[in-house]
Nanobody
Framework: QVQLVESGGGLVQAGGSRRLSCAAS????????MGWFRQAPGKEREFLAA????????YYTDSVKGRFTISRDNAKNTVYLQMISLKPEDTAVYYC????????????????WGQGTQVTVSS
């Protein structure tokens, strides 16, 4: 079965950067996309970005466009989220996920979730 393991979270100062990684133990080939979400305390889960394994196409929510970049390394079955210009409001648990397509993930249809990694941005 597919297992997603996130890493790279931690404490960072406002204005700083951080790169998150999500390593997949294997792929279900019907799942062509990976995505990143976050959830802050007391708030709903928020979609951030998604990428297609096959095409490399990406999609970002407006709130992080220009600051966050999603990428993938197909040979390593790993996706990344490069975050720059971090703000205190970016503080959340960040989750990666896999799904059928970019559109499916963006709409919240997810096949597997990672365990989450905490990102804390201090002011």
């Amino acid at each position: 079965q597919v297992q997603l393991v996130e890493s790279g979270g931690g404490l960072v100062q406002a204005g700083g950067s951080r790169r998150l990684s999500c390593a997949a133990s294997g792929r279900i080939f019907s799942n062509d996309a990976m995505g990143w979400f976050r959830q802050a305390p007391g708030k709903e889960r928020e979609f951030l970005a998604a990428i297609s394994w096959s095409s490399g196409n990406t999609y970002y929510t407006d709130s992080v466009k220009g600051r966050f970049t999603i990428s993938r390394d197909n040979a390593k079955n790993t996706v990344y989220l490069q975050m720059i210009s971090l703000k205190p409001e970016d503080t959340a648990v960040y989750y990666c996920a896999t799904g059928y397509s970019i559109t499916s993930i963006q709409l919240g249809s997810v096949s597997f979730w990672g365990q989450g990694t905490q990102v804390t941005v201090s002011s």
